[in-house]
T-cell receptor, first 116, second 111 residues
Framework: DAGVIQSPRHEVTEMGQEVTLRCKPI?????LFWYRQTMMRGLELLIY????????DSGMPEDRFSAKMPNASFSTLKIQPSEPRDSAVYFCASSFWKAGSGETQYFGPGTRLLVL | SQKIEQNSEALNIQEGKTATLTCNYTNYSPAYLQWYRQDPGRGPVFLLL?????KEKRKERLKVTFDTTLKQSLFHITASQPADSATYLCALDIGGNQFYFGTGTSLTVIP
């Protein structure tokens, strides 16, 4: 398997523009997570899906952020409108839960977002 | 809210020595505790998982301990090598897919 795939790897945009980040999870994984990582706050969980259904979006900072998972092999995280404070590295991760072993999350390479 | 602290933001050690990283947490009782490695420009990579009823887990040169009374996990790398230089993150899995990461410790192994 190719692992978790994210695109784009880098995104530079101007304040107010819409940004869409994309993720393809590992085939067979039924959980998908979106994280944001900054130096100040570390790795923060934004939202996660189970079998394409959003389960917990309490980490989504504002209504400007939205996420969808239309099918098992694709998810998007959208920021509209973007602001400079949204600049961070955004990671997508997928996992499957196994009884007695918890879950191990597999991370993509991340999208480095810079909002000017 | 859950609070996870990892010892010092940066740790420098001499090659061949044992590196010890600390993860302290408050409030919750995690079912599992995991350690991840993150290299610059890459996503975290899973290393080890330890269950709440386990005291110690080993994998090659890595050893993790878990003390639920102290609410602390220690992560050891024995016979450290420059290739071990990276940021190491601990993560608490408290069940119900509630997953919390620490801010990480940057380890540098000096040749």
């Amino acid at each position: 398997d190719a692992g978790v795939i994210q695109s784009p790897r880098h995104e530079v945009t101007e304040m107010g523009q819409e940004v869409t980040l994309r993720c393809k999870p590992i085939s067979g994984h039924d959980y998908l997570f979106w994280y944001r990582q900054t130096m100040m706050r570390g790795l923060e969980l934004l939202i996660y899906f189970n079998n394409n259904v959003p389960i917990d979006d309490s980490g989504m900072p504002e209504d400007r952020f939205s996420a969808k998972m239309p099918n098992a092999s694709f998810s998007t995280l959208k920021i509209q409108p973007s602001e400079p404070r949204d600049s961070a590295v955004y990671f997508c991760a997928s996992s499957f839960w196994k009884a007695g072993s918890g879950e191990t999350q597999y991370f993509g390479p991340g999208t480095r977002l810079l909002v000017l | 809210s859950q609070k996870i602290e990892q010892n010092s933001e940066a740790l420098n050690i001499q090659e061949g020595k044992t590196a010890t990283l600390t993860c302290n947490y408050t409030n919750y009782s995690p079912a599992y505790l995991q350690w991840y490695r993150q290299d610059p420009g890459r996503g975290p990579v899973f290393l080890l998982l330890i269950r709440e009823n386990e005291k110690e887990k080993r994998k090659e040169r890595l050893k993790v301990t878990f003390d639920t009374t102290l609410k602390q996990s220690l992560f050891h790398i024995t016979a450290s090598q420059p290739a071990d230089s990276a940021t190491y993150l601990c993560a608490l899995d408290i069940g119900g897919n509630q997953f919390y990461f620490g801010t990480g410790t940057s380890l540098t192994v000096i040749p």
